[in-house]
Antibody
Framework: EVQLLESGGTLVQPGGSLRLSCAAS????????MSWVRQAPGKGLEWVSV????????YYADSVKGRFSISRDNSKNTLYLQMNSLRAEDSAIYYC????????????????WGQGTLVTVSS | AIQVTQSPSSLSASVGDRVTITCRAS??????LGWYQQKPGKAPKLLIY???TLQSGVPSRFSGSGSGTDFTLTISSLQPEDFATYYC?????????FGQGTKVEVK
């Protein structure tokens, strides 16, 4: 059974930094691209970033480019999101999500999601 | 970035109704679109990928169609557990983009 467990969400001041983690189990982690998706309170879903299975390719939403950095440690089956220069509009539940197929950039969707971790940016 | 316009933003329906939700992409995306269901306080759940392929375990009353710029999610006979918010996601090119969501409410 696939399990994705996010952690690291907390209250942080504007301009601060935070690192989220997503511990994965139940599948061959290094085979699959992984993404972060966020949802502000009462709002819709926003794709944030993706990293290929090897970690060699990454992409970001324009809203976080230059401030967020996605990475992974395949030896620890863990995905990360380093968030710098945080703004109030970054407040959201952050989900990690697994690609449904092994092809990076494929159209298999996100077949497994974590339960999310809440990030609140406020003074 | 590709814009995805989802409609309607909400709808009211009764158990047994046929429900249709649409997404329109700002440019052609082949069949690279998926549909997700989200219930309050829960993570989204994949229903359909590649526009029309039903995810394993998803009831057959859900179906998807379309290619290019126009896509449709259909629930053939709405069940009590289907009251939720639905999102489409274009996974044709990064940055991937979600539609704004459609809340399906009890009539």
């Amino acid at each position: 059974e696939v399990q994705l467990l996010e952690s690291g969400g907390t209250l942080v001041q504007p301009g601060g930094s935070l690192r989220l983690s997503c511990a994965a189990s139940g599948f061959v982690f290094s085979t699959y691209a992984m993404s972060w998706v966020r949802q502000a309170p009462g709002k819709g879903l926003e794709w944030v970033s993706v990293i290929s299975g090897s970690g060699g390719s990454t992409y970001y939403a324009d809203s976080v480019k230059g401030r967020f950095s996605i990475s992974r440690d395949n030896s620890k089956n863990t995905l990360y999101l380093q968030m710098n220069s945080l703004r109030a509009e970054d407040s959201a539940i952050y989900y990690c999500a697994k690609d449904g197929g092994p092809d990076f950039g494929g159209n298999s969707g996100f077949d497994d999601w974590g339960q999310g971790t809440l990030v609140t940016v406020s003074s | 970035a590709i814009q995805v316009t989802q409609s309607p933003s909400s709808l009211s329906a009764s158990v047994g109704d046929r429900v249709t939700i649409t997404c329109r992409a700002s440019q052609g995306i082949r069949n690279d679109l998926g549909w997700y269901q989200q219930k309050p306080g829960k993570a989204p759940k994949l229903l359909i990928y590649a526009a029309s392929t039903l995810q394993s375990g998803v009831p057959s009353r859900f179906s998807g169609s379309g290619s290019g710029t126009d896509f449709t999610l259909t629930i053939s006979s709405l069940q009590p557990e289907d009251f939720a918010t639905y999102y489409c996601l274009q996974d044709y090119i990064y940055p991937w983009t979600f539609g704004q969501g459609t809340k399906v409410e009890v009539k």
